[in-house]
């Protein structure tokens, strides 16, 4: 067993906790039938929506990604795909506009700050380098504006703002209009305000929507679980799917 620390004291945060397949996790679900629409809500330079893109060569896929740079990456990389519909907006619990924070590390980029008082479990390399003003968007707006009656896959992964975009998401998760939602999840706080795990499958159970699996991603340099991501799905895909399974031997 690991004490947390490896035997020159460097944290083990870059080490991969679980190194399962993520999206063939996902394509599981989804198993007898092709998802026809995917929602990839901060989609950086477009690694997993290219992966979303083999996988289901049949959808059509909705990227938003608010950082500047990354989304010019990310126009680059998939812009010309007939699939792909590009936004350069953040995904919220509002419409407009807001502040976005650009950090050092473009990934860790996000409409929240880092917190002030709680231990750091972010690179210390890592730091604010400019506010600018984004567009926003609900995702219940964005599907009434573009005639998107229910999405099959929705991938959050928006540094601290998926609680933000699950309430922005609310009619389609009320009505069960989506039937698998991929979020990134913290365990401790790494922005002002953001959900942990609990907060979100509290959130979402309430919604109709269970967990079904975890992937424990990383942990701080004193063996404290930081983050991971989790798959939650519908009672209808659950009910259609892994109940559909044959038990356990």
Avoid at 27 to 49: C, E, H, K, N, Q
Avoid at 81 to 106: I, K, Y
Wanted: with cysteine; hydrophobic share 40%; net charge neutral.
């Amino acid at each position: 067993m690991s004490d947390g620390f490896s035997k020159h004291g460097h944290e083990l945060s870059s080490e991969l906790l679980d190194r399962r397949d993520r999206e063939a996790v996902l394509a599981r679900l989804f198993t007898g039938r092709s998802p026809t629409t995917i929602f990839d809500v901060g989609a950086a330079v477009g690694r997993l929506s290219a992966a979303y893109l083999r996988l289901f060569p049949a959808a059509t896929l909705h990227a938003f990604e608010p950082h500047p740079e990354s989304f010019a990456e990310l126009a680059r990389r998939l812009g010309a795909d007939p699939r792909v519909r590009l936004e350069n907006v953040a995904v919220a619990d509002r419409s407009g506009t807001m502040a976005f924070h650009l950090n050092r590390l473009p990934y860790t980029s996000s409409l929240l700050v880092r917190p002030a008082v709680t231990r750091r479990y972010y690179p210390g390399r890592d730091g604010l380098q400019q506010r600018i003003e984004v567009p926003v968007v609900r995702l219940d707006d964005y599907c009434l504006q573009h005639g998107v009656p229910r999405i099959d896959i929705v991938k959050l992964d928006i540094q601290g703002g998926e609680m933000a975009a699950l309430r922005g998401m609310d009619g389609l998760l009320r009505e069960a209009r989506v039937d698998a939602i991929f979020t990134e999840t913290f365990f401790v706080p790494h922005y002002d305000g953001a959900p942990l795990l609990h907060d979100l499958w509290a959130h979402l159970q309430t919604r109709g929507y269970g967990l079904f699996t975890l992937f424990p991603t990383r942990e701080g340099r004193n063996g404290q679980l930081r983050l991971g991501d989790a798959i939650f799905i519908s009672a209808a895909l659950r009910e259609a799917v892994v109940d559909a399974c044959p038990e356990e031997p």
